[in-house]
C-alpha cells in the first residue's frame, strides 16, 4: 500500500535550517508531483511545496518562497524539503505526499524558537 515516511524535523532557533527526508513507497514515485504540506496547531493542512515528475519545475507559496527548496530522488523514491532561515511560524508538523493527495503518513514535527 501506499506509504509515506517523513523524517529530518526537531527544534531550531529562528533564522536556522532544517533539512527534511521523505521515503515513499506503494506507488511508481517516477511517474507522480510530489509536495510538502503543513499543518500548524489549530489551522488546516496547506501546501508549502511541490516539485513536478522529473524534478525541473518547483512551485512555493509566497510565505516559504525564496527560503525552502524541494527536490527529488527518482532512483531512491525520496522527496526532500531544505528549509533555511526559519521563522516561528513555520512551526507544524511537515508531510509529504503526492498531488493529488493520497494516505498521509505521520509526519515530522518541526518547531522554531524566536
Known amino acids: 500500500q501506499v506509504q509515506f515516511v517523513e523524517s529530518g524535523g526537531g527544534l531550531v532557533q529562528t533564522g536556522g535550517s532544517l533539512g527534511l527526508s521523505c521515503g515513499a513507497s506503494?506507488?511508481?514515485?517516477?511517474?507522480?508531483?510530489m509536495s510538502w504540506y503543513r499543518q500548524a496547531p489549530g489551522k488546516e493542512r496547506e501546501l508549502v511545496a511541490s516539485i513536478t515528475s522529473d524534478g525541473r519545475i518547483t512551485n512555493y507559496p509566497d510565505s516559504v518562497k525564496g527560503r525552502f527548496a524541494i527536490s527529488r530522488d527518482n532512483v531512491r523514491s525520496r522527496v526532500y524539503l531544505q528549509m533555511n532561515s526559519l521563522k516561528p511560524e513555520d512551526t507544524a508538523v511537515y508531510y509529504c505526499n503526492t498531488m493529488p493527495v493520497q494516505t498521509w503518513g505521520q509526519g515530522t514535527q518541526v518547531t522554531v524558537s524566536s
Open positions: 506503494g506507488f511508481t514515485f517516477r511517474l507522480y508531483v
